[in-house]
């Protein structure tokens, strides 16, 4: 499978853990999202990355959440201790970028992220 | 936030075509409308995109209007697997930080039996 791919699919923890969720995006493709999505919404932005950088995060995204993308290829988003509001899934997309043209993004299978 | 507008819900009967409306008014003129659905407990899928001109692909087709201030996705035939939640965004041409995708909540299309 040459998709977005997410890992874990689903996550329990308790409440103050850390959790980290990993992102393998497409391969060749230099721009990475990820979002997060209640239940019954639609995915909020949270932060992405063009190549290794970081561009933008959403305010969304407080000082417990970081993201990384460390060699270009796939990324982490780490919460540090987790509140129940935390409880979501996560999703990841990626995308190409041809000099300033934008394409459409995939998206992962997502996260699910249950604080008990 | 998002700057399309879309009704909550809808259905249609499986084999019909499903007509599902979008709300763009504010759209600036480089800016293309995309279509993405997202089947339960699934991430978004893409669907298609247009700037102007009529589209259609192997899942749908999109028309748009001539002052580009609505749209709509066409699925020809609908099927129980076309049961989703269908996000019509609007998103800039340039690979900026403007292109991040913007999701509204989306209409829930329902397909009967």
């Known amino acids: 499978d040459t998709g977005v791919s997410q890992n874990p699919r689903h996550k329990i923890t308790k409440r103050g853990q850390n959790v980290t969720f990993r992102c393998d995006p497409i391969?060749?493709?230099?721009?990475l999202y990820w979002y997060r999505q209640t239940l019954g919404q639609g995915p909020e932005f949270l932060t992405y990355f063009q190549n290794e950088a970081q561009l933008e995060k959403s305010r969304l995204l407080s000082d417990r959440f970081s993201a990384e993308r460390p060699k270009g290829s796939f990324s982490t988003l780490e919460i540090q201790r987790t509140e129940q509001g935390d409880s979501a899934m996560y999703l990841c997309a990626s995308s190409e970028t041809t000099g300033y043209t934008n394409t459409e993004a995939f998206f992962g299978q997502g996260t699910r992220l249950t604080v008990v | 936030d998002a700057k399309t507008t879309q009704p909550p819900s809808m259905d249609c009967a499986e084999g019909r075509a499903a007509n599902l409306p979008c709300n763009h008014s504010t759209i600036s003129g480089n800016e293309y409308v995309y279509w993405y659905r997202q089947i339960h407990s699934q991430g978004p899928q893409y669907i298609i995109h247009?700037?102007?001109n009529n589209e259609t692909n192997e899942m749908a087709s999109l028309i748009i209007t001539e002052d580009r201030k609505s749209s709509t996705l066409i699925l020809p035939h609908a099927t129980l697997r076309d049961t989703a939640v269908y996000y019509c965004?609007?998103?800039?041409?340039?690979?900026?930080?403007?292109?991040?995708?913007?999701f509204g909540s989306g209409t829930r299309l329902s397909i009967r039996p």
């Open positions: 247009g700037l102007k």
């Open positions: 965004i609007v998103r800039p041409p340039r690979a900026s930080s403007a292109s991040k995708i913007i």
């Open positions: 391969s060749e493709h230099n721009r």
